[in-house]
């Protein structure tokens, strides 16, 4: 049992460039998150999936894209990275609601040059 | 609005004693959670402790408690018995129900525990 895991762990960009995040998850949770954690920040909310097709945006949503194609499947993309992309970002999963605990991955540190 | 407020950047703590570190949150939904994650160097964030609002008791998990105090609005993490493993980063995090939300999760700055041998 896995859990949450995610691909790459590491990345480094050039401006403009774009990126592909994978998180998987092996609980058959229904929700699915994904963050950002910048120093001094705390965690900040991109996009959300609440299953599978479906997605919503969250506190910072621009400048990113995901899909949700199969259940246990969540993507961030980036199409045209910006420096202002660098940051850690953890991928979560829960059965859903304000009462269910969200499990995190392991992070992936991406820095746009 | 939601909010999330941790008034402690750094905390030290002897090893062996006791330490709490303060949250506190603002909301007007009477349906929320309240979580702790705690942040080792290694970066990975790890799930300690959940109240539900509507929970009559202080949770509690092995060393780990939360002191709610629902007409405060604080939700407390104490760590008793500190250990040296116990040097991380600490998040306090809220979610609800009401208004579109999907059990999104807010969080706080987070508060740095270093335990001293």
């Known amino acids: 049992n896995a859990g949450v895991t995610q691909t790459p762990k590491f990345r480094v960009l050039k401006t403009g460039q774009s990126m592909t995040l994978l998180c998987a998850q092996d609980?058959?949770?229904?929700?699915m998150y994904w963050y950002r954690q910048d120093p001094g920040m705390g965690l900040r909310l991109i996009h959300y999936?609440?299953?599978?097709?479906?997605?919503a945006k969250g506190e910072v949503p621009d400048g990113y894209n995901v899909s949700r194609l199969k259940k246990q499947n969540f993507l961030l993309g980036l199409e045209s990275a910006a420096p202002s992309q660098t940051s850690v970002y953890f991928c979560?999963?829960?059965?859903?609601?304000?009462?269910?605990?969200?499990?995190f991955g392991p992070g992936t540190r991406l820095t746009v040059l | 609005a939601q909010k999330i407020t941790q008034t402690q950047p750094g905390m030290f703590v002897q090893e062996k004693e006791a330490v709490t570190l303060d949250c506190t949150y603002d909301?007007?939904?009477?349906?929320?959670?309240l979580f702790w994650y705690k942040q080792p160097s290694s970066g990975e964030m790890i799930f300690l402790i959940y109240?539900?609002?509507?929970?009559?008791q202080n949770a509690t998990e092995g060393r780990y408690s939360l002191n709610f105090q629902k007409a405060r609005k604080s939700a407390n993490l104490v760590i008793s018995a500190s250990q040296l493993g116990d040097s991380a980063m600490y998040f306090c995090?809220?979610?609800?129900?009401?208004?579109?939300?999907?059990?999104?999760?807010?969080f706080g700055k987070g508060t740095k525990l270093s335990v001293k041998p």
């Open positions: 909301t007007s939904d009477p349906s929320y959670g």
């Open positions: 999936s609440v299953g599978e097709g479906t997605t």
């Open positions: 979560a999963s829960s059965w859903g609601g304000a009462t269910d605990t969200q499990y």
């Open positions: 995090a809220m979610s609800w129900n009401y208004g579109g939300s999907q059990g999104n999760l807010i």
């Open positions: 609980m058959n949770h229904e929700y």
């Open positions: 109240q539900g609002s509507y929970d009559q």
